[in-house]
């Protein structure tokens, strides 16, 4: 497992200062769509959160749901399971931040996985926090993310990388990846394996790894190497990001899209007609 492209950390010298209470972390406001518990919240809140959960060296993870993550929960209760263990899931999906005001929450924005990537590399380039790369199409395609991040954010601490195959790792591969993740000292692992691998793995790794906070942000790797192009700002903001990326995956995406968003549609004016229904 190569890091030849990141920082050397020598180990940590070991402590022996007196335990001390720790500080809840701030309460996240969530909400049901679809019976997926979602946050009403916003990037600065999201990263607050972060801040602090590393200030404390908490134990968690955060999810990033579009309606593909909707959906599949409600088939496979693994991916289920590990979305519901999470700290709490940001509506990456515009439609689902219609959703939630459409229910009468308070949201002005989704939580676009990508943006909050980014928005919190420019952070910890301030402050100095440890971010570790996760996933990726291989370890070039890696190795030109932790490039672009760093040229786009200097002073980006990425003190570690790996892109898994494409395949379920041994045993005693999952224990070589905790132990590199572990001996690089992150703060933040940034987690881009897809839906449901990446939610499934921060799942089953949480109690091996003493990063404080895990994110599983899916594309985002790609996008941010610059190997897959973005919705234009247009199509994000009036919820047609999916046809954009399915016209540049038609093979892989297609299926997903035709089965899902019917379903979602459906699904959600029964929810919506519930919820007026127990208001009036």
Known sequence: MSTSSFEVIPPAAPTTAPSRPVPPLPA????????????????????????????????????????????????????????????????????????????????????????????????????????????????????????????????LRIVGGYSPPFRELTEAELDAVAADINRARPDVVWVGIGVPKQEKWMAAMRDRLDAPVLVGVGAAFDFHAGLVPQAPHWMQRSGLEWAFRLKQEPRRLWKRYARHNPRFVAGFARQWASDRRARD
């Open 28 to 155: 996240v406001e969530q909400a049901p769509v679809l019976d997926l518990p979602l946050a009403v919240t916003d990037y600065e809140r999201v990263l607050d959160w972060v801040d602090a959960a590393v200030a404390v060296r908490a134990s968690e993870y955060v999810c990033v749901a579009a309606v593909h993550t909707v959906m599949e929960s409600r088939e496979d209760d693994a991916l289920r399971g590990a979305v519901a263990g999470a700290a709490f899931t940001v509506p990456d999906g515009q439609p689902l931040a219609w959703a939630l005001r459409a229910l009468g929450h308070d949201i002005a924005a989704r939580v676009y996985g990508p943006e909050l990537m980014a928005r919190s590399c420019a952070r910890a380039a301030s402050s100095g926090q440890r971010h570790y790369l996760y996933g990726g199409r291989d370890q070039s395609a890696l190795f030109r993310l932790t490039l672009r991040l760093r040229q786009r954010f200097p002073g």
